[in-house]
């Protein structure tokens, strides 16, 4: 079975300064990976996703993930943060090509907070 | 277009008592899934529906939860005789296709058990 894992809790940047988010995940193969974000009583909306191909990824509001097989990581950065980013990133894992077994394995999220 | 949508918003309802959810997801998708989200317990699977086939049912926590999907669209997950621990946000979301396609996810009902 898959698994996900986001080591930090809770992370603070400065507004401007640069982002990175971890994610480790353990599964058999080559994984989907995905990072979501969700503000505050909101659900959660897709930032990026990595099925195949170039390993790293570009997303919305300018976010990017580097797929490293060696490491099983998908670790999510941003140049510079704006204020406006602060909300709590989930990372997840889907298994390609298994039928019924399409349901999303969630880290626990990374609650982040940008001060100004 | 109009993206996954969950009604009501938000629930507030007595121990014992049952409860619906309802999901409407995006026209089109053929995949259907439900998570719950908790404190202390992150995200967690639920159920899922694909297209006429079986639901994969593996993540319902107890026999008091069930859902169904009608049509092909619209799903209901029913809790019965509600506990306090199942105060939560219920997210649905679908995808047009099984097997890791992109998920979009609705914007969740709350649901407090008093």
């Known amino acids: 079975a898959q698994s996900v894992t986001q080591p930090d809790i809770h992370i603070t940047v400065s507004e401007g300064a640069s982002l990175e988010l971890r994610c480790n995940y353990s599964?058999?193969?080559?994984?989907?990976l995905f990072w979501y974000v969700q503000s505050p009583g909101q659900g959660l909306q897709l930032l990026l996703k990595?099925?195949?191909?170039?390993?790293l990824v570009q997303g919305i509001k300018g976010f990017e993930a580097e797929f490293k097989r060696s490491q099983s990581s998908f670790n999510l950065r941003k140049p510079s943060v704006h204020w406006s980013d602060a909300a709590e990133y989930f990372c997840?894992?889907?298994?390609?090509?298994?039928?019924?077994?399409?349901?999303?394995?969630f880290g626990t999220g990374t609650r982040l907070q940008v001060t100004l | 277009g109009a993206g996954v949508s969950q009604s009501p918003s938000n629930k507030v309802t007595e121990k014992g008592k049952d409860v619906e959810l309802r999901c409407d997801p995006i026209?089109?998708?053929?995949?259907l899934y439900w998570y719950r989200q908790s404190l202390g317990q992150g995200l967690e699977f639920l159920i899922y529906?694909?297209?006429?086939?079986?639901?994969?049912k593996s993540g319902l926590p107890s026999d008091r939860f069930s859902a169904e999907r009608t049509g092909g669209s619209v799903s209901t997950l029913t809790i019965q005789r509600t506990q306090q621990e199942d105060s939560a946000v219920y997210l649905c979301?679908?995808?047009?296709?099984?097997?890791?396609?992109?998920?979009?996810f609705g914007p969740g009902t709350r649901l407090l058990v008093l």
């Open positions: 979301a679908s995808s047009p296709l099984a097997g890791g396609e992109t998920q979009y």
């Open positions: 599964y058999g193969a080559t994984p989907y």
């Open positions: 990595y099925f195949s191909g170039d390993t």
């Open positions: 997840a894992v889907g298994a390609p090509g298994t039928g019924t077994a399409s349901k999303l394995t």
């Open positions: 026209s089109g998708h053929t995949a």
């Open positions: 529906f694909q297209g006429n086939s079986a639901p994969d």
